[in-house]
């Protein structure tokens, strides 16, 4: 099955199982946010060859931890650049991003929400969660929180791997 069939077939799924999740259009200017008392427990994204950028797709977890009290991160990187964040206090729970075509590359700003527990535990950053131009389908392992991220781009493929930082609250 071709990365873009597969994509499909799990946003097909996604649509079904009632999951709040939109393909964003490569090139294009995009801002997801997860409904309140969600974070952000699944990315799902593949590279366009003929656009040079992603599509990406993000699914939100319900949990009661999560609070309403959030707030948007300033620009994270600019292009071509190494993206490191963490939210201050709480979870991922939005992703907004612009992409250039000059570059080919994109830059981002992350919303976080505090968590009612916020002593957290058991942190670790995953390995790379996509290979470049490859298909990135990341699942944050139950109990786990996103809290943040590190990105880096590569001239040569026109494109950025990535890796989570999760967390479990206490």
Request: hydrophobic share 35%.
């Amino acid at each position: 099955m071709t990365p873009v069939a597969t994509l499909a077939s799990l946003i097909l799924l996604a649509q079904i199982m009632s999951i709040n999740a939109v393909l964003t259009k490569p090139d294009a200017t995009f801002g997801k946010q997860c409904p309140a008392g969600t974070g952000i427990s699944r990315i799902i994204s593949y590279y366009s060859s003929g656009h040079k950028d992603r599509a990406w797709a993000f699914f939100c977890r319900r949990d009661l931890k999560i609070t309403n009290t959030c707030g948007w991160s300033g620009w994270l990187n600019w292009y071509e650049q190494e993206l490191l964040f963490q939210c201050p206090t709480g979870v991922l729970t939005g992703v907004f991003s612009t992409h250039n075509n000059n570059y080919q590359d994109r830059r981002f700003r992350f919303r976080c929400c505090r968590t009612k527990r916020v002593c957290q535990y058991d942190c670790r950053w995953t390995g790379y969660v996509n290979t470049f131009k490859g298909l990135k389908n990341y699942v944050v392992p139950y109990g786990y929180f996103i809290t943040g991220a590190k990105s880096h781009h590569d001239n040569r493929h026109e494109d950025r791997v990535w890796r989570f930082l999760i967390c479990r609250f206490h």
